[in-house]
């Protein structure tokens, strides 16, 4: 049985229990993870989606209420990484920059200037792999985030 064990690590369940093991409840934030993740955060969204938009008939500019899932759950799952930079990395800036950019246009009608802000995507990982350091933990160079 100990020969197999080489052969395990290396199969795709192998690598799966590793990365499991790496994103587990030992992260920056693992009391905030645990209890975001156990909040029905898509159930206050439907019922809320649904009471106004029955009560007021606002149907259309409503539905972007549930481009905040996306951005909720990442936020959770950025909680449970154990460095600065994988909790960067991990943040939700491609969902949140897309709501702003519907948000916006949808409010302004400006969608030839409003594309621009999805510039902001990439400047954001340039600036992270660049200036943010990984192999630290978070609370040895600031207090806070």
Known sequence: MDNNAPEKENSVKGKIKNVAAK????????????????????LIVVVLYCGLSFAFGIWHPLWIIFLTLPIYYRVATACKAKTKKAFC??????????????????????????????????????????YVKGKEYFFTQTRGF
């Open 23 to 42: 994103v587990s409840e030992s992260g920056l934030y693992p009391k905030t993870a645990s209890a975001m993740m156990k909040f029905p955060y898509f």
């Open 89 to 130: 990395n991990l943040l939700p800036i491609p969902e949140a920059v897309v709501a702003l950019y519907l948000i916006i246009s949808f409010a302004t009608g400006a969608w030839k200037y409003t594309w621009m802000l999805f510039l902001i995507i990439p400047v954001y990982y340039w600036f992270v792999s660049v």
